[in-house]
């Protein structure tokens, strides 16, 4: 789905709402891009909205990540994907704060591997120091495209892994974007059940009491690394 994240609903942009709902953190946010004259689109959407941005490699993500993470004078990162418009900033400042009590640079905490909440509320929390750690030590290919699988590989042997978990397993519901099933879900979770201004606990509620809902997408199975 080129072009997926500036798809409409509601009368914005899905990347609008992204960017809103990760703003709840209280943390800056900064979008990532290409060099790639296709995604000048989302250098004008960060400029009409006086969002930092910064372009980078295409293929290379990784280094993209710590091309912008410097630029920015960064220590501790929050990586998210853009196609996840419903992603909850709430979630995201609770685990900073806790990651920051830690005090640990070795940590590399995320909601991902031990997956509990829906699809489309991932995000990872790591410092600088381990980034720059997978810059320049990864060499595979999936470990520069996604970014993180060095990290959470434990290639170095030195990183410690913190699962963020929900009491609750809600792990089959996917509010993510890949598919127009997606989109067609998101808008009508937007459009008619106003998610874009629901806490987490709310958009599960209210797929939970709605299996025609769920049913949009259900059968859209994740890409695999």
């Known amino acids: 789905m080129p072009g997926k994240v500036l798809l409409n609903a509601g009368g914005k942009a899905l990347l609008a709402y992204h960017i809103e709902r990760l703003q709840w953190s209280g943390y800056p946010v900064i979008v990532a891009t290409t060099t790639e004259k296709s995604d000048d689109i989302i250098v004008e959407f960060c400029e009409q909205h006086r969002l930092p941005y910064f372009r980078g490699d295409e293929q290379n993500v990784l280094s993209r990540f710590y091309e912008c993470a410097l630029h920015f004078g960064l220590s501790v990162i929050v990586r998210v994907t853009s196609d996840c418009p419903l992603i909850d900033g709430t979630l995201i400042k609770n685990a900073i704060d806790a990651y920051l009590l830690a005090g640990n640079l070795q940590i590399y905490a995320s909601n991902c591997l031990v997956r509990t909440y829906p699809r489309g509320l991932d995000f990872e929390v790591f410092s600088m120091t381990l980034l720059e750690e997978a810059n320049k030590k990864a060499s595979l290919p ?55 201004i629901l806490p987490t606990s709310a958009i599960i509620e209210v797929l939970t009491q709605h299996p025609e809902l769920q049913a949009i997408n259900a059968h859209i199975e994740q890409k695999k690394i």
């Open 142 to 196: 999936s470990q520069k495209e996604h970014v993180t699988p060095y990290l959470y590989q434990n290639k170095s042997a030195n990183t410690i892994l913190k699962h963020i978990t929900n009491q609750q397993d809600n792990s089959q519901f996917r509010i993510t974007l890949d598919t127009i099933e997606d989109y067609q879900l998101i808008k009508i979770l937007i459009e008619d059940y106003q998610a874009a």
